[in-house]
C-alpha cells in the first residue's frame, strides 16, 4: 500500500475563498454515497479483517461515524461565538473502544448517513457571515472558519475512503 501523511501529521493552510463553501459542503453531502459504495460487495470477513494492528473497513466506518458529533459540535461551538473549539479525542478511545466489528455494516452506515445529512442541513443555512466566522482550533492552534470545519471534515473523510481503499487493494477486492 502507498505509504500516505499520518492524520495527525497533516497541517492545513485555510486559505480557501469563502465562495469554495457550497463546493466544501457537497463534499460532505456525497460522502456516505461514496462510503457505501466503497463497502457494498463486500464480505462481512473483508470488512472486519485488519492488517496488522490498523483499523479494519468496517472500524474506518465506525471512526467516521463517531466523529460526526464533534464536527456538530464544533459547527455549534462556530455558531455561538466561541473562541476555541471544543478539543477531539486524540486517542480516538470511542473507536477503539466501540468495537465497530461486531456492528452491522447497514447500521453503521445508515447511522453515518443520517448523522452527516444532519451536518449538511446545518451548513446548508449558514449565511456568508457565519460561513466567515473564526474559533481556535484547539490542537493545530490556529484560527478555523466555518468554510475551513467543513474543508478539515471533508479530508478527514477522504482520508479515511483513502485507507478503505487500499485496504480493498491489499485484500484483492
Known sequence: MLQRTAWF????TFDLPVTMYPNVVERLRGTPARLEERVASLSPDVLTRRQGDCWSIQESVGHL???EPLWLGRLKDLIAGEKVLQPADLENLKTHEANHNKASITYLLTSFREMRMRLVDELDALDEEAVARTALHPRLNKPM????LAFFIAEHDDHHLAWITGLRRAFSV
Do not use: A, I, N, Y
Open 9 to 12: 501529521e497533516r497541517s492545513f
Open 65 to 67: 461515524l463517531d466523529l
Open 145 to 148: 472558519r466555518t468554510l475551513d
